[in-house]
């Protein structure tokens, strides 16, 4: 069984959090509740839970809040956190960068599956947690344009400045990372949705197979239906329809 607790200012939400746990993650075992930050501060480094289901809004914080006196206590996070929110844009986008999971309210027991068929994974690996640092620390700037990201993998989560992302390519419902000085990295995620993250950090889409960083772009080959040379070597096509937008791009540059 996984030790879990749950933190959440409405008791009819932990209530009903508890239902569709049992339900839905018979391997989850709630040993135990809060309603505050410091509630939750004391659970946390009197339980040890493997995973803690997690509010952002408290009564009396955040979430973060939290995060951040259990951190400062303790040096490290060492539990998996599960965030269970309203949709708030900043906090959604921080977590992706994060590789952190999170669950909107109200939750969706497919998604809470989803969520719990990797922490199940997870919590038999001896992550650093890291992630959970740079998750605090791009809530702590407050900023839009975060400068690291975090890609879980099956051997555990990476984290790598996203300057040095060279590309990613579409592998069915994975993508490859093409990284400087780092072997290629595949994750169980679409290249979609790093599209949509990425798009502010100078990244393109190309291709239906491939997200590139215009960094890295060292040539635009109009012959052979077009095509771009990238810094690391590779030869990556163009797809018809974005043949226009990155000529306008590199006219731009």
């Known amino acids: ?5 749950l933190i959440d200012d409405d008791k009819n939400l932990r209530e009903g959090m508890k239902k569709l746990l049992a339900l839905f993650a018979p391997t989850i075992k709630i040993i135990g509740e809060a309603d505050s930050v ?7 480094e009197r339980l040890q839970p493997q995973v803690v289901f997690l509010d952002i809004q408290l009564n009396d914080g955040t979430g973060f809040d939290i995060l ?29 960068f994060s590789a952190l999971d999170f669950l909107l309210k109200p939750v969706d027991p497919e998604e809470l599956q989803k969520v719990i068929e990797k922490i199940e994974t997870v919590v038999v690996k001896k992550n650093d947690f890291s992630h959970i640092d740079l998750l605090l620390e791009n809530i702590r700037k407050n900023v ?3 400068k690291r990201i975090a890609l879980s993998t099956q051997d555990g ?7 040095d992302i060279i590309r990613c390519e579409s592998e069915d419902n994975y993508t490859k990372f093409y990284i ?3 072997k290629p990295i595949l994750i169980s995620k679409t290249l979609k ?3 949509e993250l990425l798009a502010q950090h100078n990244f393109e889409r190309i291709h239906q197979s491939h997200l590139i960083n215009l960094n890295y772009l060292r040539s635009y080959i109009k012959k052979d239906g077009g095509y771009v040379v990238m810094e690391d070597g590779s030869r990556l096509p163009i797809s018809q329809r974005k043949r226009e937008r990155l000529q306008n791009i590199l006219k731009a540059m």
């Open 1 to 5: 069984m996984i030790k879990a607790i």
């Open 38 to 44: 410091a509630t939750g501060v004391e659970a946390i």
């Open 68 to 96: 951040e006196k259990v951190a400062e206590k303790n040096k490290t996070i060492t539990s998996n956190i599960v965030f269970i929110t309203a949709h708030e844009q900043y906090a959604i986008k921080a977590f992706r």
């Open 144 to 146: 839009d344009n975060f």
């Open 157 to 163: 989560i990476h984290l790598f400045d996203i300057s």
């Open 180 to 182: 400087n000085d780092h």
């Open 193 to 195: 949705e790093y599209e």
